[in-house]
């Protein structure tokens, strides 16, 4: 059984990241002329801060073999399918819950997750080699903050604020005609995968952030389509965003927020001035800290069944690496 746990931020307190490895391998006694493997979906691992955390929830599953519903409610650490070699996916269905105790397992209460990955997610299953399967949760407390590890645990990191929907009612089309003039809440939980800082042509020094898990919630949507639709389906999806100090020695945010799933989201802001410079590095590259950016414009497009929807406006842009 392979599982991971690592910390991210929230608006209210602490995300964390919790992947959740399918780890194959071949069976334990195959036929003779039949190789199969085994497919284990492990629900249940102690995090470092000595709580017990649990997974309830069914899967679906799809595989040469056809379709199979495991159900995980209520069921002990782990899961186990034989399975014949090919493309396996796997789909957590709706209505999981992730489940935390502090009394070793006796008893168990909830705790606040989001889905930060693709899913359904595809793995190869190959005859007496072993293949990994993951899915990750953002996983929330309102009590304060908690920093779980199992192998990597990455720094907690949110941008959030509000969003602010342009006032002329022709820049809001599509399933985003009754969004113009609105006003709502943001926030975009990730993982930091990667940071690269390069020198531009002009001299500029850009230094690029990547986020791994991406999970992206809207608040105060009275229409409820960014909330209830849009927000889901950028589980798992792209983010990367841009700081840059000019040779004229302003600096600059932009970035871009791509979805997983459908329907399917693009979402750009910036290029922007920020309002106040962050500190600079020793080679001049603008430092990982807090800032905030009340007028950055952005620009979203959502391709709905009936068509693309798009709106323009400003984001009240806050970035808190911790």
């Known amino acids: 059984m392979r599982l991971s746990i690592a910390s ?4 209210w307190s602490s995300p964390r990241v919790l992947a959740l490895v399918l780890a ?3 069976a ?3 036929a003779p002329d039949v190789e199969t493997g085994t497919l284990q979906l492990p629900l249940q691992q102690p995090g470092s801060d000595g709580a017990l955390y649990h997974l309830n929830g069914s899967f679906e599953v799809i595989s040469p073999a056809g379709t ?3 159900d995980g409610t209520g069921a002990g650490a782990a899961l186990t399918i034989t399975l014949p070699p090919g493309l396996v996916t796997v789909q957590l269905l709706d209505g999981w819950t992730l489940t935390k105790s502090v009394d070793g397992g006796a008893t168990f209460a909830p705790v606040s997750a989001l889905l930060g990955s693709p899913n359904p997610n595809a793995a190869r299953v190959l005859a007496n080699q072993p293949a990994e399967l993951s899915f990750q949760f953002l996983v929330r407390s309102t009590t304060g903050d908690l920093t779980i590890g ?3 645990t990455p720094a907690p990191r949110e941008l959030a604020g509000g969003v602010v929907v342009d006032n002329d009612p022709a820049n809001a089309t599509g ?3 009754p969004y113009a003039r609105a006003r709502l809440d943001f926030a975009v939980f990730y993982d930091l995968a990667q940071v690269d800082s390069v020198v531009l042509a002009d001299g500029t020094k850009d230094r690029t952030f990547t986020a791994g898990a991406v999970a992206m919630e809207f608040y105060n949507d009275t229409l409820g389509v960014l909330s209830g639709t849009v927000g889901p389906a950028i589980a798992g999806g792209f983010l990367a965003y841009h700081l840059a100090a000019l040779p004229d020695g302003t600096q600059t945010i932009t970035g871009e927020i791509d979805g997983a799933d459908t329907p399917f ?3 750009t802001f910036g290029p922007h001035v920020l309002p106040v410079n962050v500190p600079l590095d020793a080679d001049g590259f603008p430092t990982d800290v807090f800032l905030f950016d009340s007028l950055v414009p952005f620009s979203m497009t959502t391709s709905f069944d009936d068509g693309d929807a798009t709106m323009i406006g400003q984001l009240r842009l806050r970035s808190i690496p911790n």
């Open 24 to 26: 194959a391998g071949c």
């Open 68 to 70: 199979q519903t495991l």
């Open 265 to 267: 989201t693009v979402l």
């Open 28 to 30: 334990a006694s195959p």
């Open 8 to 11: 991210l931020s929230s608006k």
């Open 150 to 152: 199992f192998g990597v």
């Open 175 to 177: 399933d985003y005609v």
